[in-house]
């Protein structure tokens, strides 16, 4: 039985064919080694080229042509095509948006060339381009006096004409705090006068040291609008609201904000489903003090 199989099987049998090319691999292989650097050049082309298309302004319709090229002439399969525009898109996005602040109609051609070349809308969102163009374009419409107003979940009483203009949900807070503990060592000799029992001869000199530490105050929900930033805790209870104009000043982390207020200690604000937003929290903030603080200032001077 063992025999009749064996004489069934022939050599054409075992001989797989190019996934890129169509064409016989060889023996037991699907691929060509030629094929995949080929593909591979290809598939860096075709992002070279998105990434060009994002940081310049152009529309996909501008660089269709140049992809469609680039993926015959390199037999790039069409899976890896779309792979290779998000991946390019994606990278592109994130410098242009932290570079510097973008615009809606910006945002609007970028994400032109992600929809126009068959990505869904979820995908695109779950890019870190996508949400750091959205920082930035947010940014933008804050120095431009341009702002819409937050439309997630608030659980915060705002005052009236208080505008929200983003807010995030499990944040950290942690605090500066002052924590105390004593040294002491003995002054003089010490005298063995047993099995692990000891005299010590002179008085206990000591002294308190004090340090700063940064502890975990509470998670929760962060809000910022055109008058003041507010925290709720949701493991604590802790909830308060810093108005601008109590605000010192703002010190940006890579994944983190902190704010000093007037005679107290720093209060750091670390989104936990965002590791790379503390650019943005620093200059939306910053922004949104400085526009609070000029107006205020403005009506002060000029009281009716």
């Known amino acids: 039985m063992i025999r009749a199989i064996e004489n069934k099987v022939t050599i054409g049998d075992c001989v797989g064919i190019c996934t890129y090319c169509g064409q016989k691999a060889g023996w037991l292989s699907d691929v060509h080694t030629a094929c995949i650097e080929k593909a591979e050049f290809g598939i860096a082309a075709i992002n070279n080229v998105v990434m060009d298309a994002v940081t310049t302004g152009k529309t996909y319709d501008e660089i269709s042509a140049a992809i469609k090229s680039i993926s015959a002439q390199n037999a790039v399969p069409q899976d890896k095509v779309v792979l290779s525009i998000k991946d390019g898109w994606s990278k592109a996005a994130v410098e242009k948006g932290v570079k510097q602040p973008v615009s809606d109609d910006e945002l609007s051609i970028a994400l032109d060339v992600f929809k126009k070349a068959g990505i869904t809308s979820e995908e695109m969102v779950s890019t870190a381009g996508f949400r750091q163009m959205a920082f930035s374009c947010i940014l933008w419409r804050v120095l431009h006096d341009q702002m819409t107003p937050y439309e997630g979940p608030i659980t915060f009483n705002l005052h009236r004409d208080e505008i929200p203009v983003f807010g995030m949900a499990n944040v950290l807070l942690s605090e500066e705090r002052k924590t105390s503990s004593y040294e002491g060592t003995y002054g003089g000799a010490t005298i063995r006068i047993g099995n692990g029992l000891y005299y010590h001869l002179g008085g206990v000199q000591g002294h308190r040291v004090q340090s700063n530490v940064v502890q975990e105050v509470d ?5 910022m609008t055109t008058e003041a930033v507010y925290f709720g805790g949701t493991e604590h209870g802790i909830n308060f609201r810093i108005p601008y104009a109590h605000i ?8 983190a ?10 209060q750091t604000f670390a989104p936990q489903q965002h590791n790379d937003c503390g650019w943005f929290l620093f200059n939306v903030l910053q922004a949104l003090s400085t526009r609070t603080n000029g107006r205020n200032a403005h009506y002060a001077g000029n009281p009716k």
């Not at 998670?219 to 809000?223: A, I, N, R, S």
């Not at 904000?257 to 720093?266: A, P, R, T």
Request: glycine letters at 14%; charged letters at 30%.
């Open 219 to 223: 998670y929760g929900d962060f809000l």
């Open 248 to 255: 010192v000043r703002f010190n940006p982390f890579k994944d």
């Open 257 to 266: 904000v902190g704010i000093c207020k007037d005679g107290s200690k720093q």
